[in-house]
């Protein structure tokens, strides 16, 4: 295999630069001296005005990131226990015998294809759907209805991820605990958690970005106390280009940031311990891509 | 015999932890879409709710000019932004395979990072970009390229350029994954065997990276049928793409029969889309397993 020529390095260079130059754009005139209220971009000088715009109490951003939050965390939570329990009973299921074994295998395998569903649908769709149900079933729109619909996209994040950790693990192991006389319970919980640990903890992680970042579905059930963080920057932005708005972003990409670099080291400690946790195989894109 | 009995009993008892996975998702998601499959076939009833007789009135007021022609519109829209993924992502997604494992790692971060940000912020980025006398427009003035500010936001071009933006790392991911996992060996025999680098190209790469192909194209089309605040922020008032469609019903008329009418039509549509790409060959597992996955596993 050939390695790349100058002209192929430019190439990914120039869609790099196309990639961020929207992100540049926030971060520099989240700086800028000049409200341009009116879509009037021009940088005038540098300021951090709209940053205290941000902490203001009335019209800042405090209680929507709480609500985010909130809602983040009780979602993750839930979604964790069902999503895991979910991925530990579906993989490597034996064949079952019996009308009623038989019927059940088949309830399961059917509950795991809709549960994956909300990933593949438009969002539009089940935000949709869900508001017309708890319209229907009176849940009110707010946060238990916020907190329902999460967790139903949020599972299959954590499903699909700990279901292919699981499935990479060698079977092995588990049978060498039960052959050595510990209960199904104990594997579970000195062999299987353990092992999938990370696993979970990235399902959770992903889960986490994805609803914070929710804006479509939590659109449709929200109420008017729990206006999350993408709510409101949809409301601020939808009207005009207020510059606070700008600030907002850059304060946020500083986080993701941060959180990804953080991500990076843990994976390259993950993956030096990888020989240690018995893996079999190398899994996904992260095999051999961190030095 | 006695301790695979007891083997086959205690995994019989494991797959039951899958059940309440199996409940949620049947009630929340089983449920609510047959439940507005059901308000499809129903009249607007008093307020927000639906009342009988069944009726496919509804279905055949989506038959009408308005209607079919925001549907074009989006399904339009989403073939030219799946293509220009492609067209754009493809070399990225080759190249990227090809780099050096230590550039390639913070290559694929950089590629990521920006899409762990908030979708809405992204594009608030090409508002300022496309703004009358935000950048582009100033570069192009300066240069004398153009006399008088060119009108870039609120149009059609706006909203292309923002879905091939939010959707370009569901092209590049998957093809990338699919170049990476290449047999090189193919290819130089083909060279050894006199091709030219094209027709290896063509006649190798191009076969064997067709997985990736497909699952990208896949994922940038479906959620750009959907997504309705990338017109609304990009896009001009005549932009009313399905989603927009659907959100407006729901919000301006509060016809919730109808809004679930016009979201069937896109589920089916959605369903079409994945039928044709497992006929295609294409495994469910690879494409769900999905943009979002790769997005955290490079993490």
Redesign the interface.
């Given at each position: 295999?050939?390695?790349?020529s100058p002209w192929?390095?430019f190439?990914?260079a120039l869609?790099?630069v196309l990639?961020?130059?929207?992100?540049?754009?926030?971060v520099l005139?989240s700086f800028n001296s000049n409200p341009g209220r009116t879509?009037?971009?021009?940088f005038e000088g540098f300021s951090l005005q709209w940053y205290r715009d941000l902490f203001d109490p009335v019209t800042g951003y405090g209680t929507a990131l709480t609500t985010s939050l909130v809602l983040a965390g009780w979602s993750v939570l839930f979604s964790a226990?069902?999503?895991t329990?979910?991925a530990?009973?579906?993989v490597r299921?034996?064949r079952?015998r019996g009308l009623i074994?038989r019927a059940?295998?088949a309830?399961?395998g059917?509950?795991?294809q809709?549960?994956?569903?909300?990933?593949?649908?438009?969002?539009?769709?089940?935000g949709?759907?869900?508001?017309?149900?708890f319209?229907?079933i009176g849940i009110p729109f707010g946060m238990p209805a916020l907190v329902?619909?999460h967790?139903?996209f949020c599972?299959p994040?954590i499903?699909?991820?700990v279901k292919?950790r699981l499935a990479s693990l060698d079977p092995g192991l588990e049978e060498a605990a039960?052959d050595l006389g510990a209960t199904?319970l104990k594997v579970l919980a000195t062999v299987t958690l353990p092992l999938s640990f990370p696993a979970i903890l990235?399902?959770c992680?992903?889960a986490f970005?994805?609803s914070?970042?929710d804006?479509?579905i939590s659109f449709?059930v929200n109420g008017p106390q729990t206006t999350t963080?993408?709510l409101k920057?949809?409301s601020s932005?939808?009207v005009g280009?207020p510059p606070h708005?700008?600030a907002?972003?850059t304060v946020?990409?500083g986080v993701?940031?941060t959180?990804?670099a953080l991500?990076?080291l843990i994976?390259a400690g993950n993956l030096k311990r990888k020989d240690r946790l018995g893996y079999a195989g190398r899994?996904?894109?992260?095999g051999?891509?961190?030095? | 015999m006695a301790v695979h009995h007891i083997e086959g009993k205690a995994k019989r008892g494991r797959e039951a932890l899958a059940l309440p996975m199996a409940v949620y998702a049947a009630l929340f998601v089983g449920l609510s879409l047959l439940y507005i499959i059901g308000l499809s076939f129903l009249n607007r009833g008093e307020g927000f709710s639906a009342s009988p007789p069944v009726t496919a009135d509804n279905y055949l007021r989506i038959i009408s000019p308005l209607y079919l022609r925001s549907l074009l519109l989006s399904l339009r829209l989403a073939a030219l932004t799946a293509l220009f993924c492609l067209l754009l992502g493809y070399p990225f997604a080759y190249f990227l395979a090809k780099a050096r494992p230590k550039a390639r790692a913070w290559l694929l971060m950089l590629l990521i990072v920006p899409f762990w940000t908030n979708a809405l912020i992204r594009i608030y980025g090409w508002k300022i970009l496309f703004s009358a006398s935000g950048p582009v427009n100033s570069a192009l003035l300066s240069l004398g390229l153009i006399g008088r500010p060119l009108k870039l936001l609120y149009t059609d071009f706006a909203v292309l350029v923002g879905m091939i933006y939010a959707m370009i790392p569901f092209m590049v991911l998957p093809v990338y994954s699919s170049v990476e996992r290449m047999d090189w060996a193919m290819v130089e025999a083909s060279r050894d065997l006199g091709a030219s680098p094209l027709k290896a190209f063509l006649t190798v790469t191009v076969p064997m990276t067709l997985p990736g192909v497909l699952a990208g194209l896949v994922l940038t089309f479906i959620p750009s049928v959907g997504l309705f605040f990338l017109s609304d922020l990009l896009g001009g008032s005549n932009t009313m793409l399905w989603g927009n469609m659907v959100h407006n019903e729901l919000l301006k008329s509060r016809d919730l029969p109808f809004a679930a009418a016009l979201s069937v039509v896109l589920l089916t549509l959605t369903g079409l889309v994945i039928l044709i790409y497992r006929r295609m060959g294409g495994k469910a597992e690879s494409m769900v397993f999905l943009g979002r996955r790769f997005i955290f596993e490079t993490q």
């Open positions: 295999m050939k390695k790349n192929a390095s190439y990914l869609i790099l990639l961020y130059l929207p992100v540049l754009m926030v005139f879509a009037n971009f021009q226990v069902i999503g329990l979910g530990i009973g579906m299921r034996p079952r074994g059940g295998h309830a399961l059917a509950g795991e809709i549960a994956v569903l909300p990933i593949m649908i438009p969002e539009i769709i089940l949709l759907a869900l508001m017309a149900l319209s229907f329902l619909s967790v139903a599972v994040y499903f699909i991820t292919g039960r199904p990235s399902g992680l992903l970005a994805m914070m970042d804006f479509v449709f963080l993408p920057v949809y932005v939808k280009v708005v700008n907002l972003c946020m990409l993701v940031f959180l990804v991500g990076q994976q899994d996904g894109l992260t051999g891509l961190v030095p | -």
